[in-house]
């Protein structure tokens, strides 16, 4: 009677266990998603949030903003990107556009997948992005040069943090990887993990 009862008890031991287990390894591979959805909704890390649309006029708000534009290049990815401005001024809730360049100068079309993000990090809940190529894999053809436009705003929200008073200036970085490289998986783990980018 007494062995009954430890086998059962350890049966329903071990089946407690395993449902552990199982949780802790779904929980493991849910982990970057939903870190990354933590980042998005809350712009943790810099991250930017995405807009479908742009405030009303009346709520722009008479502060200026410096939006300045930085970008890197993967050195196994041969392109030249840039911006076609370094920075542009506007105000809070105001649409911005910025176009970046990318030229392909291999003999072969190359595809690369740019990251981004924002400094100072704080401010990355309140920069809100309409249209981006970040994310996507662009392929670019022999000697092929394109237009990457990208539509944003500074949330008008901004205005009533106080712990944003101090920023006069956002910077918007862009870092390009060759897509499908070990430095583009690096890359995506650095940012999910919220660490420096690394080329």
């Given at each position: 009677m007494e062995d009954e009862e430890l086998i059962r008890k350890n049966k329903k031991i071990g089946f407690i266990v395993i449902v552990v287990l199982c949780f802790m390894v779904g929980l493991t591979f849910a982990s970057v998603p939903l870190y990354s959805l933590f980042c998005r909704s809350t712009g943790w890390g810099g991250t930017t949030q995405?807009?479908?649309?742009?405030?009303?006029?009346?709520e722009i708000v008479d502060r200026d903003v410096t939006i300045r534009f930085d970008t890197n290049t993967a050195r196994d990815l041969p392109w030249d990107f840039k911006p076609e401005t370094i920075s542009t001024k506007i105000k809070v809730g105001e649409r911005g556009l910025a176009n970046f360049i990318a030229f392909n100068?291999?003999?072969?079309?190359?595809?690369?997948?740019?990251?981004?993000?924002?400094?100072?990090?704080?401010?990355?809940?309140?920069?809100?992005?309409i249209q981006c190529f970040c994310f996507d894999e662009q392929i670019l053809q022999p000697g092929q040069r394109v237009n990457m436009p990208v539509l944003f705003f500074v949330d008008p929200k901004l205005n009533e943090d106080r712990a944003m008073d101090?920023?006069?200036?956002?910077?918007?970085?862009?870092?390009?990887?060759?897509?499908?490289?070990?430095?583009?998986?690096?890359?995506?783990?650095?940012?999910?993990?919220?660490?420096?980018?690394?080329?």
């Open positions: 995405v807009a479908t649309q742009l405030p009303p006029e009346d100068r291999a003999d072969m079309p190359m595809a690369g997948t740019a990251i981004y993000n924002v400094t100072p990090l704080k401010a990355g809940k309140y920069f809100q992005k101090d920023v006069k200036t956002i910077t918007l970085s862009y870092s390009f990887f060759k897509s499908e490289s070990k430095k583009l998986d690096n890359a995506m783990e650095d940012y999910y993990d919220d660490k420096p980018l690394t080329y």
